[in-house]
Each structure stands twice: as C-alpha cells, then as structure tokens.
C-alpha cells in the first residue's frame, strides 16, 4: 500500500516552527529598530548559535513557502555560514546584500547567486575578492563580467565549480583571465574541474569561442566537464594543431598563442589525453579524435541526424556509463537501429536515453543487453504502420508473454510516446503486444525501481500492471508513479493503492477512462487509510 504518513522530524517541526513566528519573534527587534540601517553589516543576532547548515535549511524553508524578506535574509547572514543558496530569493539580493555577505561570511566554501540580477559587477567583484574559501560559485544569470572572473582567478585558487552561464556580458578573452595574469605573464594555479559558459556574450564568432575553449583545456588539464557548445570544436582545434585561426584573437588579447600553449605542455610532459569526463557531440564532429583525446568520458550526450555509424566510436571509451541519444529534426528512426550497438557496450551504461526514436517491436532488445541499468528514459513516436485489429479483454489471452530479466540496479524508468493519440489502435498489433510484453519484463524484474512514468502510452496498461502486480517483490519500492495520458482503468488503480509499495505521487492526469467520481473515491481512500500521497488529475 502507499507510504503512510509518518511524523515529521524534530528537526523538521523546530524549523517550520521557527519560520512561522520570525515576523513576530525572531526579527521583530530588528524589523522595528535597525532595518532602515542599510549600511549596518555587523550584527549579533538569535542566529548566530545556529549550525551553519540548519540556517542554510531555514533560508531554504523561508524561501520556498515565499516569506523570506529582506529582514529575515540580513538576519540568517551569519558569519559560521559555509554554503549560501541565494536563487530562491534572487529579487531580494541587491547590492546591500553583497556587501552584508562580504563583510560576515568569509567563510563560505560555496555561494549560489543564480538569477540575481540586481548585484551590480563592481559588488560581484568585491564579494569574491572577500571569499578566497570558494570551491563552488555559481553567477549564472547575473551582472558577471571580465573584471568579476578576474577576481574569480586572482582569489579563488582552490575553486573548482564555476557557473557563467547567462552572463551576457562574459567574453571568450575574459573567461581567459580565469587561468592567465596578463600583467605577469603566468599561469594561475586553479583547480577548476566543472566550467559552465553557455549563452553568454554574443558578439565572438564561433571560431573565437573555440580557441578560448581550447586554451582553456590545455591551461587546465584537470578539467572535467565543460558546458559549451563550441567544446567539440576546440577538441578537434587541439588535436588537429590547426592554431592559425585563434592566434591573432588570442595575441591582440595578451594571452600566449595556442601553438606556445601546448608546445609548453608537451616540453612539461602533460599527459596526451584530457580529463573530461562528459561531452556533447552531435553528427559531423570528429568522434575519432575526441576519442583519442578524451579517454575519461563517462557520459555521452549525442545528436544524430543522419546514420548511426558513428555509434561504433563509443566502445573506444573504456568508461561510458551515461548515453543520451537523439534523432535531431524529423529525422526519427527505428528504434531497433541502436541494438547492434547497444549489444556491443550495453552493459556498462547505468543511465540510457533515447529521444526521438520510432517505436516499433525494438524496447524489449534495448533492455536486454542493458542490464546494469540504474535510469532509463525514452521519448518515442509511434512506428508508421497498417492499422490491425486489437483483441478486447475478453478475446486476449489470460496471459502476456514475457521476459524473465533482472534489472538490479534499475530505480528510474520512463516512456512517453508523443503525437500519438489515446487509443490502443494508434499502434499496430505487431508493435501492441512486444511494447506491453518488454513493460511487464522490466517492471516484473525491477525489485529496487522507485520511480516509474508511463506517459500517453497508446496501449492498455490494465493486463501490464496486472501480471505484474502477480510477481512477489514487485514495485515494493515504488514511489512515484506517473500515468498521466495513459489508458488505464479506475480498477487497475485501485489494486496499485491496495499493493505493497511506498506510492507519494500518484499522477493520473489526462486519463480518458480515469473520472471525477474515482479520483474523489481514490482521494478519500488515500485520507481515510492516512496515506502520504499526492494524487494528481485532470
């Protein structure tokens, strides 16, 4: 049966206890007689004996139920803080807020100001300059400039996460200054492992944002991940040696040409290959030399819009536990074409996701040589076909056939077929039967799986989850199902609420046989039985 409720943490009920009487207790004094102090930044408060993370837990609490204001915030800045997450209340933090956080948490080893906008770059500037303790900034969406990723470099030596992305004003040559002193002429010792510059300034051509790219990635050679679009660009720039493009950009900037950069990895015996661990390439790039380069890579995001060919690649990376495929555009194809691969490193990948594939009689054989799976998704279409007659319930057989696979590892799997319309017919029979067999092989043989969407799912899902629910140890761990769009009867889900498992979220949305009077009837249930669930319909 799902999870029943249960009684909320001391530590739980201390918080929301604290969060609801702050405007009435704890900030009243300072509500009344020191708010209009704008430049007041020292401050003992009822705070300040707080562990560093409980406060971080009410500044989150507050900030989630929409009742942190300015008082609260000046009050929770406390100096013992180690992490600060400032992005559920970005219209809050202004300048004020900058230099209240420079002059009493330079303790910080982690600082959030994602979408805080109103942080002027001179502020950004002089807050960084106050934490030389960061290992994780994140200036997503902010006034981050060239003068603020100096900063960056000069102070943050043991930093290894930065976040740029949507900071318009970021330029490839300022992202440089993270690495280089050009007044010196030397190489900064940062440690920077994970680098996020998407959508940033767009006035540098392609070319330019590669050459920054690959200067980055000899100057770090640590780095594991990079979020960038022109990454694979500057992989191919660095293996092929072709510098001639990036020299003047880099030259009339200050920093060394790229052809001197890595002759001074070479003379310094760098190892050949990066550290990343996590790339996003698509048709066309060079997966032969990213492979030779890149020979961390764990996971793989890839954009197909032509043949499959190039899949061959992958076993080169001895590592890859993550794939992300996608047929870009219209160019959907079977999804049967990816099982001569998959059969040839399946069983190392932990997560497996397929977008834009055409469903067809193919699932069942991309589960199979996928048993080490932790999460898979896929989006699929609707194979193109003759339309064939579907037996009712009644001229069925009793039982579906099916596979007696074991997926240990497996805690996350989802299914949304798109523009298909909610009728068993959509499908022909040949692709019906093998997609609800493959279901009830996976679900049957899943006994850690925790969440479970089945989204507009064009097949009855009643006989799936009824031969499934016949298996002991099924969907015990259960604990978020999604159905919505999905033809599924108001029995069917009666016996999932009556089943052993640990159901919070029950999302029935769009279900055409699912009705007012069952989710009123299932609501009440649920209450009357004192479960812990979220019912969802529309």
Known sequence: MPRRQRPKSLKHLCLRNVAANMKNVWAKDYTENYLSEYFFLYLVGPFNDLASNLVQDLLQLLGKTRRLNRAFLHLLLVPHLLELSLRSCSGLVNNTIGRIISARCQALTSLDLHGCSRIQSHTLVDLIESLPRLRRLMLSGTQCDGQVLLAVGRG?????????????EVTPLDLLQLVYDRVRA???PLRLRRLLAEDTSPLPSPSDYASALAFLLLALPGLEYVANPCLPEALTLIHQRHFGKGQDFLQTGGFPCLAELAQCEVQAGSP???SLKRLEVASGHNLCALTSMCRAVEEVVMTCDGGLQELWHLQSWEQLNQLVLE??????????DVTLFLAQF?????????????LESSLGDVLRFCPNLRLFQAQLHPSVGALECV???????????????????????SVRIVDSPLRAASLPRSSQLPLQSALISVLAGSPHLSRLSLVNIPVCLDRVFQQVLEHPGSLVQLTELS????????????QLMAADNEMSTLDLRHCQHIHRRHYDRFVKEAAKKNYDLQILWE
Not at 347 to 357: D, G, K, T, V, Y
Not at 483 to 494: K, N, R, Y
């Open 272 to 274: 050949a290959s990066l």
């Open 186 to 188: 030397t190489f900064r």
């Open 327 to 336: 047929c870009d555009g219209f160019q959907e194809r079977p999804l049967g």
């Open 391 to 413: 037996p009712t319930d009644e001229e069925a057989e009793d039982h579906l056939p099916f596979s007696s696979w074991t997926f240990v590892h497996l805690k996350d799997f």
């Open 346 to 358: 399946g069983s190392r990948l932990r997560l497996l996701s397929l977008i834009n594939f055409q």
């Open 483 to 494: 159905l919505a769009h999905s033809v599924v009867s108001s029995s069917t889900i009666g």
């Open 156 to 168: 943050c030596g043991d930093l290894q996460e930065l976040d740029v992305s949507r900071c318009r």
